[in-house]
């Protein structure tokens, strides 16, 4: 790929595809042509050296790769300081529960489930290379009661916005960042209560304008689980107008 610049305006940095299957590696970067610019790789380790060179705004890589793969390249990028601004999405081959474990603990910004969907693709991708991306989701605002199964007795909150990735829960309990903990909760219009494993990745103070509370990811979650409030969190946010309709 051509790293020319335009009037002295530097390219911008590419989309790095991993796979070790070439027909997946060749789907996700059709998939994503005129999106982005895409660099792809063979495996873990040169997408880690093209990683080290090249700077990507997003690595799209897949769980399974003989070697290194991609949860331990995830963690090699995000143990790198000269890769601090690289947003990582990991592709999982199905919905077993523990593969989201791996990818989440390992530190994937985002996962997709195989088979992949071109909007579904192409709508995570332009989400992390837009000019105000952060590290997150999508939310959506909610009023939930939560539970959090804590060693001796639950810890009560409410849930004020979730993602198809986390939660935000006002609460005065003194969780530490990086733990884990089962919560429940019960999204309006959803007819059964969810269940997850989520992590504690922030904590908002009582001064912050949401008062007391916790940023939590999701890190076990089973795929209907997981559909569920991924369509139930589409259903809630505006569709970019650059984007195709989801069918």
């Known amino acids: 790929m051509s790293s020319s610049s335009v009037a002295g305006t ?27 610019e895409v660099v792809t790789a063979c495996d873990g380790r040169e997408a880690l050296e093209l990683a080290r060179r090249l700077r990507p705004r997003l690595v799209v890589a897949d769980l399974h790769m003989p070697g290194l793969d991609g949860a331990a ?10 890769l601090a601004e690289c947003h990582f999405l990991m592709i999982l081959p199905g919905d077993d529960a523990r593969d989201r474990v791996r990818a989440i603990r390992a530190g994937a910004d985002d996962v997709l489930s195989k088979p992949l969907q071109r909007v579904e ?3 995570a991708v332009s989400r992390f290379l837009a ?12 009023s939930a009661q939560v539970t ?9 909150g409410k849930a004020l916005n979730v993602s198809r990735g986390g939660i935000f829960v ?9 733990s884990e903990w ?32 916790l940023g939590m990811r999701f890190v076990e979650l089973d795929g209907q689980a997981a559909r569920s409030l991924d369509e139930y969190v589409y259903e809630r946010t505006p569709v970019a107008p650059s984007l195709p309709p989801r069918p």
């Open 10 to 36: 530097p390219a911008p940095a590419p989309v790095l595809v991993v796979d070790d299957i070439p027909m997946f590696r060749e789907l996700v970067a059709n998939f994503l042509a005129g999106t982005a």
């Open 121 to 123: 693709l192409v709508g």
């Open 73 to 82: 390249l995830c963690r090699a990028v995000r143990e790198d300081a000269r």
């Open 182 to 213: 089962r919560v429940r909760f019960q999204l309006p219009e959803m007819p059964k209560p969810l269940t997850p494993t989520a992590m504690v990745v922030w904590r908002a103070e009582g001064a912050a304008p949401t008062g007391s509370g």
């Open 148 to 156: 959090i199964y804590l060693a001796k007795s639950p810890g009560r």
């Open 170 to 178: 006002r609460t005065d309990l003194p969780l530490p960042t990086r």
């Open 131 to 142: 000019d105000n991306a952060v590290r997150g989701l999508p939310r959506v605002p909610v």
